[in-house]
């Protein structure tokens, strides 16, 4: 009897799929993600983010995040390169999703704190005006919207819509972005 109950179950396990639990509280995942500011030239406008997320009950988790953003104005036909280096902690919610957790909708708040070089500390532009702006130590606060899927049972697809207001400068301080990114739940 043993003998045929493996064997019946060795023929029918391949065609099942069998699903890891996803979600489970104090799992913890490490996000790479990249984006683009809302501007005409991609290349120069854009944001590169590395995370560390704990995931707690409901779907809920919070992040901590190391982040650079690039952003390029211009002064008479001059690029002024913008650069920011950012600490990020936050909380993100669970909206929404399937019963089966491939995909959910979170939206999740966050405060940052960091430095913003301008123009890499050269104040004195080739046509002899002056930044007045210096480089300078920045924070703000922001919210996001995110929508993840599951691709495998340990890696993750988020697609981003963020909003960031950074004080302590006069350059773009209402900063919106979309982006992309990858979790690999450890």
Request: aromatic letters at 12%; proline letters at 4%.
């Amino acid at each position: 009897m043993k003998k045929i109950l493996s064997i019946l179950l060795m023929s029918i396990l391949p065609f099942t799929s069998i699903l890891a639990q996803r979600l489970l509280p104090y799992q913890k995942g490490l996000q790479v993600s990249a984006g683009m500011f809302s501007k005409d030239q991609p290349k120069d406008n854009y944001f590169l983010n590395l995370e560390l997320t704990q995931n707690h009950k409901r779907g809920n988790y919070h992040f901590i995040s190391a982040e650079y953003q690039r952003r390029t104005t211009f002064y008479a036909e001059n690029p002024i390169p913008i650069e920011t280096y950012l600490l990020t902690g936050g909380y993100s919610f669970h909206l929404l999703g399937l019963p089966n957790k491939i995909v959910s909708l979170n939206s999740g708040i966050e405060a940052s704190g960091g430095y913003q070089l301008v123009n890499h500390n050269i104040l004195l532009l080739a046509d002899g005006s002056q930044i007045n702006n210096e480089s300078s130590f920045v924070y703000g606060a922001g919210g996001r919207l995110t929508i993840e899927t599951y691709l495998t049972n340990f890696i993750i697809l988020s697609i981003q819509a963020r909003a960031k207001y950074i004080w302590g400068t006069n350059f773009n301080q209402f900063r919106p972005s979309a982006g992309i990114g990858l979790r690999f739940n450890l």
